[in-house]
Structures are given as C-alpha cells and as structure tokens.
C-alpha cells in the first residue's frame, strides 16, 4: 500500500523508515523559528510542548494514523506522545502534529530534525454504539475494578 504525504514546508523531512521490515515511519520535529531551530525547544519535566511535523499526510479510508512513541526517545530520554497515542483519522488533511511529553525529572531539548515519533497505519472498523440493557455473558464477566489516586 502507498500512502501519499505532502511537505508543508520546502524542508520538511520526508518521513521513513529505520529498516526495511519497519511497521512504523519516523517522523521529525519541524522548527519553524530560526530562533529555536538552532538552539531547539527546551521541555521541563512533566511538561509538554507541540512540534509541527513539517508534513501532511493522506491516511486511505478505513484505515487510521496512529502516532506513536519512538522507542529510543521514550526510553533514554523520557519523551512520549503526550496524548499515549495520536490518531489521525483519515479525513484529516492538516500538518502531523506531535505533543512530546517529557515523563522525567530533567530538562529535554529537542532540535529541528530530531526523530520524535511513529506514524503507524493500520485497519479501522467503522462502528455506531447502540444502547442496549443487557450484554452478552462471557467467563470473564464482570469485574468493578475502583482504583484511588
């Protein structure tokens, strides 16, 4: 399957992938504030900030974007999609945006062209709710899980 993607900017990154069997294309932090771009965007801990992309994508019907965590940046750095995952449905046709949160206790900086996600493409099943009084049994049944913060 092909899916066509836009740059918004001359510059943009073309996202792709680390290796051939890669289920997930990489995607970069766009910086458009020269300012910044040298220099990068700080994150302070527990903080979150918004990074363009620097590309538009078209996510083919009956299939959903998924944005995702980059693994060695979630990891080493403690910097994850601030939403645990973003959905790009595929009637959207704006610039990839990607909040990065940063889950540790120090200072993040991330620089234009630094790999900050994933964008994984994968089935979705249109679905309605319907209201019903009763659900099906199962052997798991049901169990009220009440958990305190």
Do not use: W
């Amino acid at each position: 399957m092909k899916v066509k993607f836009k740059k918004e900017y001359p510059d943009a990154i073309i996202p792709d992938k680390d290796t051939s069997q890669s289920a997930c294309v990489n995607l970069y932090a766009y910086i458009i504030d020269p300012k910044h771009r040298g220099e990068g965007i700080t994150i302070n801990p527990h903080k979150c900030y918004q990074f363009g992309s620097g590309i538009s994508v078209e996510i083919p019907e009956g299939y959903v974007g998924l944005l995702l965590a980059k693994g060695n940046y979630g990891i080493m750095r403690q910097l994850s999609p601030a939403n645990s995952a973003g959905v790009i449905d595929p009637d959207y046709r704006g610039e990839v945006m990607i909040g990065l949160e940063n889950g540790g206790n120090t200072k993040q900086v991330v620089r234009h062209g630094d790999k900050v996600a994933q964008l994984c493409i994968v089935p979705a099943l249109q679905f309605d709710m319907e209201e019903a009084e009763t659900l099906s049994e199962t052997e798991r049944g049901r169990r009220n899980y009440r958990y305190r913060f």
